[in-house]
Structures are given as C-alpha cells and as structure tokens.
C-alpha cells in the first residue's frame, strides 16, 4: 500500500511558477513509477509527466521543456517543477503510483492516487 498527499499547489499569474510535491507512504514507494496527472474542470484526467522507479521520465508534449519531474527515494517524494506557467494548465493535479519500475501514461495503470492540489494560473 502507498498513500499519497500532494502540497504546492496555488493561484499564479501567466509565466509564473509552483512547484508541487507528493509525499508517499509505504513500504514500497522507490520500486514505485511515479506519475503527475491533471483534470480541468468538464475534461478527463490527462496525463502530465511520469518517472521511473530511477532516473527515466516522460512528458506529455505540451509541458515539454517547461516542467521537470523529479523524485527524492530517500525522502519518498515526488515534485513536478513547473515554469513558464500558462492559462491552459489550470487544473487540479494529481499525484500517483503504479507498483512495479516502468511508468505509464494511462490512468488506469496507476495504483494509488492522491486527493489533488489545485493549480490556477491567471492570465
């Protein structure tokens, strides 16, 4: 089992930043992939970033070259560092984690999730 619990998110003006944090319990948190999701109001739970049980990640294409996953194992944390923020990327966010080394891009390959932060970005 690993319980989630995201924190970072807020209100921000177009071009600012927020950096998000996911703090894991559990056993098994660094054999864990790791991912970030979101959902804007009306819309399905879209993808964000992922990363591996190590140092392999993967970006959806309209957060490419401004956000940046990391993990802490040590910490058993998760961040996504988010730059250059737009409009379009208010949603809330999601933090979550799929048993095994490999991440996904699909909602229904993660196990567990987190209860959401909030993120809107003003224009």
């Known amino acids: 089992q690993v319980q989630l619990v995201e924190s970072g998110g807020g209100l921000v003006q177009a071009g600012g930043s927020l950096r998000l944090s996911c703090a894991a319990s559990g056993r098994t948190f660094s054999s864990c992939a790791m991912g970030w999701f979101r959902q804007a109001p009306g819309k399905e739970r879209e993808f964000v970033a992922a990363?591996?049980?190590?140092?392999?990640?993967y970006y959806t294409d309209s957060v490419k070259g401004r956000f940046t996953i990391s993990r802490d194992n040590a910490k058993n944390t998760v961040y996504l560092q988010m730059n250059s923020l737009k409009p379009e990327d208010t949603a809330v966010y999601y933090c979550?984690?799929?048993?095994?080394?490999?991440?996904?891009?699909?909602?229904?390959?993660?196990?567990?999730w987190g209860q959401g932060t909030q993120v809107t970005v003003s224009s």
């Open positions: 979550a984690a799929r048993e095994g080394l490999y991440y996904s891009d699909s909602v229904a390959a993660y196990d567990y």
């Open positions: 990363i591996s049980w190590s140092v392999y990640t």
